[in-house]
């Protein structure tokens, strides 16, 4: 302490001084920029657009990007303080490798080198399958590019998925049985335009919180939320479902039943643009307003209320996010969800759409240009013609392109327990809190032969379970595009240079694949992400998610392009997909799609009366390796909760702030503190999953969509003692 400081002379004038900025107004001396530069937010799909204010080669402050069509200015509190990300204290600056049981700072030839040939000896032993790598849905769009052409043709493996597997990979698969491929029809004006909007398990409130604010931009709508729990989205609600956990598909069937007897449904269009509709008239008939309300706990009465507003509106929009992807009937339930599209023609319209509300910044850039579940640009390895497109676009061998998707990620971690996958790269991602029933995966990583993490932020509990840590750049400290939930790619780009030797995703791929020897083949002159992006454009062009017709410095001009944006497209205006009604498929019409409800996986019993539910909150990004290192969003929310009804906690003895354990089959959380309430219903409990501390996947089970293998993460039995002192 100085002198000034101990005799209280000291005001700390240096940190409080305040002065006029014409940007900022009157605001904190410290947090005026020497320069703004213009980027894209790099935690959820909303993509605000924001600018960093940049002082003294350090990130100050950030603010909203009034021109940016997902946000025209506003940003959310993870945005607004987002720039403290940069210089938390556990970025992760080195290389890290494992040495006599520590991990110790080596160079970056000399990590390099050992991955490969780490990763060379493991496939030349166990076959080229044994390598396995999950990547996430962070990095840029260059980067996947890039990234997956190292993964299947420079290493060899096919057996690489991604983070969005844990996300949205349902909608993925739902909208591809449906419509016939990848891509969410509709834009964020929608909500704006709908008469009518239905939200099915999606609390944009705290998730998506500027979506949120465009859908209150609509005065005129009417909101129907379905969620089991009273969330802050259900609170603004004029309509709100609260079903039993899971009953969602037999809600929607039920509502497809009430359409189709009411007359509610566009006979020209099932007729001139769908498959399936006669077959799925008979299958759906037994779906009553009484067996739906049995099903679901909802009175007839509104279960009639809802399918008529929905039917009689003129533009209907019905969005959704975890309430449906987290299950293991996840993708039939987004089937479900399209069949009402299809049955009214609320699709292809403005106003009217069925929409997937992505989780991360960039999912959508890995389901556009990633080579996990696809083959770049939407198309399917099982196409020979889409193989042979793809292999002369490269310049490649069609063989070399594999015929079958690789295994997906709950199949690799599987994998990696039946010691089938030797060594495993694990890329922006923190799977030690957010895989379900963690204690498969810990067992999965203690007998690999190598394990690899490359992350912005040590320690984790993942990379602190690496053999080598690999130090990559973050938001705010690398360049290229990200696509938002409405298809709208956005720019990000570099504000500050990273910490210590810490590199961009995309460099890392490109020296790794120089260690490797196919850069020239697979990389040929490339230095900078803008070579990634105009090579993606060819790759793009003629398919759904054309790019063709994109610059950095068109999308950086016009706030975001939407694609399909092919080359000579001028028309900078809303974009939707199917206007024309046609699709993607065969013969170019959609399938309406037969999905039968069916109860969740574990049901409550005696020893375990309880239905747990997990969601987030609006302070904290997944597993908190960000937001915890910010200090006023983990301030507001420091430590895990759970949520239980009032009756429950009275029949249980239990009062506020009671520390309690969550207790399933397979483990228990300790210590969480409670708050009784009556916005979940009794014989439900609710708890965020973002704290490594209180790992909710410590009780989550091991039950996965057979057909997104997505996690049902949503329910499980789970029982709640009182904590131990
Ligand atoms: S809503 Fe999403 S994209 Fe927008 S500022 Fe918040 S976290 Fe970032």
């Known amino acids: 302490m100085s002198l000034k400081s101990f005799l209280g002379l000291d005001i700390l004038e240096q940190e409080y001084a305040y002065a006029t900025n014409p940007i900022t107004g009157y605001t904190n001396a410290g ?29 100050v402050s950030v603010r909203g990007d009034e021109d940016h069509k997902a946000n025209f200015g506003k940003l959310c509190p993870k945005g607004l303080s987002e720039h403290y990300t940069l210089d938390s204290k556990d970025r992760l600056k080195y290389p890290l490798l494992r040495k006599r049981g520590k991990l110790v700072r080596v160079s970056w030839q000399e990590a ?5 040939t780490k990763f060379r ?53 739902g909208y591809k049985r449906s419509f016939g491929s990848d891509g969410p029809p509709g834009a964020y004006e929608d909500l704006e335009k709908a008469d009518v909007v239905i939200l099915i398990g999606a609390n944009i409130a705290d998730n998506h919180p500027m979506l949120f604010q465009r859908l209150e931009e609509n005065r005129s709508k009417s909101l129907i939320v379905v969620d ?67 099903i679901t706990g909802l009175d007839e009465e509104l279960i009639w209320k809802t399918a008529l507003a929905y039917g009689h509106a003129e533009s209907a929009f019905i969005g959704w996010t975890m309430g449906v992807n987290h299950s293991t009937k996840g993708t039939e339930t987004v089937n479900a969800i399209a069949n009402l599209t299809l049955l009214t023609g609320k699709i292809g319209r403005a106003g009217s759409s069925p929409f997937s509300i992505t989780g991360q910044c ?40 594999p015929t079958s998707r690789g295994l997906a990620y709950p199949d690799i971690i599987e994998a990696t327990v039946k010691g089938s996958i030797h060594a495993l790269w694990v890329i922006g991602t923190n799977p030690i809190v957010s895989y379900p029933n963690v204690d498969v995966l810990k067992q999965g990583l203690k007998d690999l032969d190598f394990f690899v993490v490359q992350d912005g932020f040590h320690p984790t509990p993942t990379t602190e379970l690496a053999d080598l840590v690999l130090p990559a750049a973050i938001w705010g400290e690398k360049e290229g595009t990200y696509t938002n939930s409405e298809r709208r790619v956005s720019k990000a780009n570099t504000a500050v240079e990273p910490p210590g030797e810490a590199k961009p995703d995309f460099h890392i791929f490109l020296e790794t694949a120089k260690v490797l020897g196919c850069s020239d083949e697979l990389f040929p002159g490339w230095t900078q992400p803008r ?96 937001t915890a290192n910010v200090p006023i969003l983990e301030h507001l929310s420091p430590r895990a909760w759970l949520e239980i009804n009032a009756r429950d906690a009275k029949r249980l003895g239990l009062r506020p702030h009671h ?23 009794p014989y439900l409990v ?20 057979p057909i997104s293998r997505e996690p049902n993460y949503k329910q499980c039995a789970v029982r709640i003692e009182r904590s131990g002192e």
């Open 31 to 59: 947090k005026i920029p020497d320069k703004w530069v213009k980027t894209t937010c790099g935690y959820c799909s909303v993509g605000c657009g924001m600018h960093i204010g940049v002082k003294d080669g350090k990130a």
């Open 112 to 116: 390099l080198e050992t991955m490969t």
């Open 121 to 173: 000896e493991v496939q030349e032993r166990y076959g080229p399958q044994s390598l396995g790598v999950i990547s996430t849905g962070q990095l840029l769009t260059e980067e996947f590019y890039t990234l997956g052409k190292l993964i299947q043709l420079g290493f060899g493996t096919k057996n690489y998925c991604g983070n969005t597997t844990l996300c949205m990979a349902t909608a993925v698969a």
């Open 228 to 294: 089991p729990r009273v969330s802050k989205t259900a609170m603004m609600a004029d309509l709100h479902l609260p079903i039993k956990p899971r009953s969602d598909l037999a809600l929607i069937n039920g509502m497809a039943h009430i359409l189709i007897n009411a007359g509610l449904i566009n006979n020209e269009y099932i007729e001139q643009h769908t498959t399936g509709f006669a077959n799925f008239r008979e299958f759906i008939a037994k779906y009553t307003p009484e067996y739906v309300s049995e």
């Open 362 to 401: 960039n999912a959508m850039g890995t389901r556009e240009t990633g080579f996990t579940s696809g083959i770049p640009g939407y198309r399917k390895f099982e196409s020979a013609k889409d193989r042979e497109e793809i292999a002369a676009l490269w310049g490649i061998d069609a063989e070399r392109i």
């Open 531 to 626: 070579d990634a992006f105009e090579d993606w454009k060819r790759i793009s062009a003629g398919r759904l998610c054309d790019y063709s017709g994109m610059t950095y410095e068109l999308i950086e001009e016009h706030g975001g392009l939407q694609w399909p944006f092919p080359a000579g497209c001028t028309d900078m205006s809303t974009k939707r997909l199917y206007e024309d009604g046609v699709f993607p498929t065969d013969d170019g019409r959609a399938k309406i799609i037969c999905s039968d409800w069916e109860p969740f996986p574990e049901q409550p019993d005696h020893e375990f009366p309880f239905v747990l539910n997990t969601g987030r909150t609006v302070e904290h990004w997944h597993t908190r390796t960000k």
């Open 659 to 681: 520390k309690v354990d969550l207790i399933s089959r397979r483990g228990r959380v300790r210590h969480l503190d409670l708050r009784i309430t009556e916005t979940v219903a």
């Open 686 to 705: 609710f708890m965020p999953f973002h704290f490594a501390e209180w790992n909710v996947n410590t009780v989550t089970q091991s039950a996965f969509d």
